[in-house]
Nanobody
Framework: QVQLVESGGGLAQAGGSLRLSCTAS????????MGWYRQAPGKQRELVAL???????TYAVSGQGRFTISRDNARNTVYLQMNSLKPEDTGVYSC???????????????WGQGTQVTVSS
């Protein structure tokens, strides 16, 4: 089994910064694409940023220029640096990862439990 655990959420003021972390553990052969998603109150979950195992990250328009996704493959961890936060960034942030548990298996999508981010005006 594979577990994803997020940390770093909390309360921030508008214009402030937060850094989220998500660490994968368990039966991991390789981590492929990893991403961050946000679910605001009363809304559907939406993509915030995505980072493949090799290649260029992708960002939602709302976070371009303010958010940076990165990963540390040695630590099985993906980060989301959020700067110039806005009240509309408020929501539950969840990470996901496509994980190969063996060298011959296909990738399976796993999700973390989410961490709350609240931005006050």
């Amino acid at each position: 089994q594979v577990q994803l655990v997020e940390s770093g959420g909390g309360l921030a003021q508008a214009g402030g910064s937060l850094r989220l972390s998500c660490t994968a553990s368990g039966s991991i052969f390789s981590l492929n694409s990893m991403g961050w998603y946000r679910q605001a109150p009363g809304k559907q979950r939406e993509l915030v940023a995505l980072i493949p195992s090799g290649g260029t990250p992708t960002y939602a328009v709302s976070g371009q220029g303010r958010f940076t996704i990165s990963r540390d493959n040695a630590r099985n961890t993906v980060y989301l640096q959020m700067n110039s936060l806005k009240p509309e960034d408020t929501g539950v942030y969840s990470c996901n990862a496509y994980v190969q548990t063996t060298g011959w298996s296909s990738s399976t999508l796993y999700w973390g439990q989410g961490t709350q981010v609240t931005v006050s005006s």
